[in-house]
């Protein structure tokens, strides 16, 4: 549907949009509304004000479904109370579980999966006309779909999806099955997108894919991500760049070149290890060992120094025992990770993990690895961040600081939260900041030049 042409037959209509799950997710929502916004359509943060509501889901946790079944189910009476109004979902749990979620809860207007979420705008549309309900799941391949530069939830800074779905057999993982195998966008078409997001006032671009290094181009053997870096290394007015999430295994020696070569990388590299017992990463089918982890970190900092490494980590997979547990602590220490996200295991159905394995680690041995694994991560945090008392950095600013509405908070190249006072930061300034203070969470420091 052109979405031009229903601009002026269209009655105003207001969107909610709730986003669960990962970043890309928030990007799909952006680009989702946008599309809203072509056919007249505005958006509220209010459920009450809103004429639609849309769910962006997410199936890598089972918690995350039961929630969203359960706010479905909230929104029956919201329905109720005004006629014409629409409940749609998208995501990777509309994918999976399309049927189930019209059979569970016939409220429900619009299901779009993960290759069909572009047409979900439309959809609505026709069922504020009349039509409908619409399940669709069988999309194409490659979902298209054009970015409205104004969508986007900070002006100076923007998520760019490169690439859809993964090739990867990680044996606890939905997302194959529920985003389907890799698709790279071409480099032409990244780098318009983000042109335009430039000339928009965006100075952050943040590229996004499941397994963001093995981004191809479309053109194996040819592109790799490295092409990607040089070819927005020469985008005029973009001054930060940074890419998630990277699988240790699919770095090649053109990334690695063209990340030394950058002049506006990030120094930050967000690189899961998910465990630090080779049993572990065996029975995750992650494709590496502790050992090989260890030297791509080694190639990393040869490379760029002063990268930071962001780590997630599953604890109480299927047979994890206590020593197992003990060897991801002392992978943590020794690698010093600049921040990590601990995931406590889940099964989910359709994986080979679950389907292979019972769920044998007690829910308060999850909790209590989590605290200890995260115990250590503190520990590292505070001792690196300590040691940047005195040293001058230059920071992005993003928001008034959440504790303190008389500071601003944001990041420095590795992307450790940053807060300062001073009367002339807006959203967006680059500051040089001499830091005075830190937590294992944040650096307080002092503006001594803007940028
Ligand atoms: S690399 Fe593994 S964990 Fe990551 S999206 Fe692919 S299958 Fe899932």
């Known amino acids: 549907m ?22 890309m997710n928030v990007v799909d929502a952006e680009l989702v509304l946008g599309r809203f916004k072509g056919l007249n359509y505005g958006e509220t943060d209010r459920y009450e004000d809103a004429d639609v509501v849309v769910f962006n889901t997410c199936s890598v946790r089972g918690h995350a479904e039961d929630k969203v079944f359960s706010r479905l ?21 509309a994918q999976r579980e399309a049927t189930d979620i019209r059979r569970r809860m016939p409220h429900v207007d619009v299901v779009a999966g993960t290759r069909d979420f572009p047409k979900l705008a439309g959809l609505v549309d026709r069922v504020r006309g009349g039509e409908g309900p619409f399940l669709v799941i069988d999309g194409e391949e490659r979902p298209d779909i054009e970015r409205s530069p104004t969508s986007r939830p900070r002006p100076f800074q923007a998520y760019v999806t490169i690439m859809r779905g993964c090739n990867r057999p990680c044996t606890y993982c939905i997302v194959p099955t529920v985003r389907g195998r890799e698709i790279s966008r071409p480099v032409d078409e990244i780098v318009d997108e983000v042109k335009g997001l430039v000339d928009d006032g965006v100075i952050e671009v943040c590229l996004l894919g499941q397994t963001v290094n093995a981004y ?4 194996r053997g040819r592109t790799t991500l490295g092409t990607l870096l040089r070819a927005l290394d020469r985008v005029d007015g973009l001054r930060r760049l940074r890419f998630v999430t990277s699988h240790p295994s699919e770095f090649n020696d ?16 967000h ?5 630090g017992s080779d049993r ?11 050992d090989k982890y260890r030297r791509i970190v080694d190639r990393v900092r040869e490379v760029l120094p002063d990268m930071g ?22 992978i943590c220490e020794e690698i010093g990770f600049s921040q990590s996200f601990v995931f406590k295991y889940s099964p989910r159905p359709g ?12 829910t308060d041995v999850k909790k209590r690895r989590n605290r200890e694994l995260l115990a250590v991560q503190e520990r590292v945090s505070l001792a690196a961040h300590r040691a940047t008392v005195g040293e001058t950095m230059q920071v992005l600013f993003e928001a008034k600081s959440r504790l303190d509405d008389s500071k601003w908070s944001g990041r420095n190249p590795q992307h450790r939260i940053v807060v300062a006072a001073d009367e002339r930061i807006r959203p967006g300034t680059i500051a040089d900041v001499r830091i005075e203070d830190a937590t294992a969470l944040t650096l307080f420091g002092d503006v001594v030049a803007l940028r």
Do not use: N
């Not at 994986?351 to 007690?362: G, I």
């Open 73 to 93: 189910g909230a929104l029956r009476p919201w329905k109720k109370e005004r006629p014409g109004r629409v409940v749609a979902v998208m995501g990777c749990m």
């Open 309 to 330: 490494i962001g780590c997630d980590w599953i604890v109480g997979f299927p047979g994890e025992t206590e020593e197992d547990h003990e060897a991801s602590l002392r």
């Open 2 to 23: 052109d979405p031009a042409a229903t601009i002026e037959s269209t009655p105003t209509a207001r969107v909610k949009m709730e986003v669960f799950g990962c970043q």
């Open 216 to 219: 191809d181009g479309q053109d």
């Open 280 to 290: 572990m990463l065996k029975a995750m089918r992650r494709g590496y060992t502790v």
């Open 254 to 269: 053109d990334t690695w070149a063209a990340m030394a070569e950058s002049s506006k990388l990030d120094r930050f590299l």
């Open 271 to 275: 690189m899961p290890i998910q465990s």
């Open 351 to 362: 994986t080979k993990a679950a389907e292979e394995h019972a769920d044998d680690v007690p």
